[in-house]
T-cell receptor, first 116, second 114 residues
Framework: DTGVSQDPRHKITKRGQNVTFRCDPI?????LYWYRQTLGQGPEFLTY????????KSRLLSDRFSAERPKGSFSTLEIQRTEQGDSAMYLC??????????????FGDGTRLSIL | AQSVTQPDIHITVSEGASLELRCNYS??????LFWYVQSPGQGLQLLLK??????LVQGIKGFEAEFKRSQSSFNLRKPSVHWSDAAEYFC????????????FGGGTRLMVKP
């Protein structure tokens, strides 16, 4: 069973550096989501794609954050000029989108970002 | 906007004892409700979901949850806890139409005493 895959699992970087994370969703899933989870909190929605189109962005997604899904398959999340407050677990999830009502999201193991 | 409250930040139970984790939600329409479990350093695993129909739903690993519309609650239960159930548990509500984005509660950390 090929689930949602995220790379890298851990990233340590210095403040001010740029970082990029990758997410590979379940192959037949056309929706892809990014969430951020800080220590001791529940995940918070950042953005989502349906195929290659980015359809929703949270106010949490500052202009230093950008996400892409160029071919409607894998997605990347880039953070420019990282700050201490960006330290968190970044979770990716995928689901089907259809007319059959709500489709559950399946999560990857996340990328833990630590800013020195 | 939807919201989820998990009143208990930490719960400790003895192995073999019963468990109930509380979840209260706020949502203006029929809610889509979920429980996820997260082990340290891992992603979220779906335990169970409620969309409609029978208000008592069964999930994986022996968990069940009951939807009570009058109380805006969706509490998670297990009759006999195993040491491997120690983890963080998250309740979430999904908004149909808003990209199906999930809103999570703050989580309940479960510790199991031998």
């Amino acid at each position: 069973d090929t689930g949602v895959s995220q790379d890298p699992r851990h990233k340590i970087t210095k403040r001010g550096q740029n970082v990029t994370f990758r997410c590979d969703p379940i192959s037949e899933h056309n929706r892809l989501y990014w969430y951020r989870q800080t220590l001791g909190q529940g995940p918070e929605f950042l953005t989502y794609f349906q195929n290659e189109a980015q359809l929703e962005k949270s106010r949490l997604l500052s202009d230093r954050f950008s996400a892409e899904r160029p071919k409607g398959s894998f997605s990347t999340l880039e953070i420019q000029r990282t700050e201490q407050g960006d330290s968190a677990m970044y979770l990716c999830a995928s689901s089907l989108a259809g007319t059959g009502g709500y489709q559950p999201q399946h999560f990857g193991d996340g990328t833990r970002l630590s800013i020195l | 906007a939807q919201s989820v409250t998990q009143p208990d930040i930490h719960i400790t139970v003895s192995e073999g004892a019963s468990l109930e984790l509380r979840c209260n939600y706020s949502y203006g329409a029929t809610p889509y409700l979920f429980w996820y479990v997260q082990s340290p350093g891992q992603g979220l695993q779906l335990l169970l979901k409620y969309f409609s129909g029978d208000t008592l739903v069964q999930g994986i690993k022996g968990f069940e949850a009951e939807f009570k519309r009058s109380q805006s609650s969706f509490n998670l239960r297990k009759p006999s806890v195993h040491w491997s159930d120690a983890a963080e548990y998250f309740c979430a509500v999904g908004a149909l139409g808003a990209g199906n984005m999930l809103t999570f509660g703050g989580g309940t950390r479960l510790m199991v005493k031998p």
